[in-house]
């Protein structure tokens, strides 16, 4: 197993764990917002746990799978961190849609920050991954 298909079992259990917390009452404010940013929904949670099976089929079945999906994945994780900074809407949940660009005064920008931060981080760390580690790492010789 190589070092980004490790990684992408790491990515998988993360994910999981996302999941998980979201029904942990300590983790929830009493509006039921996570950390007290962020209202998660059925959808989230699926996209979430959709993400890490993603991460972990990708993970058992090869090198080149893995790193196909921390390049696509982290993409469009990215992406949605991006959008929903700048635009105060992300799309992965449909909120560009829905809610279309939010003025800046409806959401101050520290909110916006943090409550844009994970796909950032999660996003950029995998396209890194994706795109600049597995460029740097040699997939095994196939037997």
């Not at 939010?102 to 909110?111: A, G, K, S, T, Y």
């Not at 597995?134 to 037997?143: E, H, L, Y």
Request: contains cysteine; aromatic residues 16%; glycine residues 12%.
């Amino acid at each position: 197993m190589t070092l980004i298909q490790k990684l992408g079992i790491a990515y998988a259990v993360m994910f999981f764990a996302v999941v998980g917390i979201g029904y942990v009452p300590a983790f929830n404010d009493e509006n039921g917002y996570l950390f007290g940013l962020f209202s998660l929904q059925w959808y989230d949670d699926a996209l979430h746990a959709f993400s890490g099976v993603w991460a972990l089929a990708a993970s058992l079945i090869s090198h080149a799978q893995t790193v196909l999906y921390f390049r696509l994945f982290g993409s469009v994780y990215l992406f949605d961190g991006l959008l929903g900074l700048v635009t105060g809407s992300g799309c992965l949940d449909g909120g560009i849609f829905i809610d279309g660009f939010r003025p800046l005064n409806d959401i101050e920008l520290p909110v916006r920050f943090f409550a844009n931060a994970p796909h950032l981080a999660i996003g950029g760390i995998a396209v890194l991954i994706g795109f600049w580690l597995a460029g740097r790492t040699r997939a095994p010789a196939a037997a």
